[in-house]
């Protein structure tokens, strides 16, 4: 086994007799988490999902929801009225679709599944309105 200092002159190109003591011995390398449940592996996803940003928030249409019918009707109202491109529109609309449907199918409690299911169904009407001809 090679010592910090042996370590540090071999992957860093110094001469030997050289430290470099900008990096301390705990950049040694990335240990990789040893489980699903253990301990590394909890504190790397949670890092990971800090780093979530819009990639252009500007053009996000904030506030859809898809809980059941009246919100979505709610965020399809906010779709009609945001003044997006027909493909933006169409876009969002069939996100929150997908979101509703995929929810709907793992929702365990009846009364949920059947509010999300009528959601998707919604957005769903939607789309089908409006979807343009490729005549």
């Known amino acids: 086994m090679k010592t910090f200092k042996e370590y540090s002159m ?8 050289g430290v470099d003591n900008a990096h301390p011995i705990a950049s ?3 240990v ?3 489980g699903k449940g253990s301990r590394s592996s909890r504190a790397v996803g949670l890092t990971a999902q ?11 249409i ?8 009246v ?9 009609k009225g945001s003044g997006k491109t027909h493909a933006h529109k169409m876009q969002a609309a069939i996100a929150m679709s997908q979101r509703a449907k995929v929810a709907s199918q793992r929702a365990k409690d ?3 599944k059947k509010d999300l299911a009528s959601a998707h169904r ?11 001809s490729k005549d």
Do not use: C, V, W
């Open 32 to 34: 990789p988490p040893k």
């Open 71 to 79: 919100k979505a009707t709610q965020s399809i109202n906010k779709i």
């Open 28 to 30: 040694l390398g990335d």
């Open 10 to 17: 071999m992957t860093r190109g110094y001469a030997i007799g």
């Open 110 to 112: 009846p009364e949920k």
């Open 50 to 60: 800090k780093n979530i940003t819009d990639e252009n928030p500007k053009g996000t």
């Open 62 to 69: 904030h506030g859809l929801g898809f809980t059941d019918r």
């Open 122 to 132: 919604a957005y769903q009407q939607y789309i089908n309105q409006n979807k343009k």
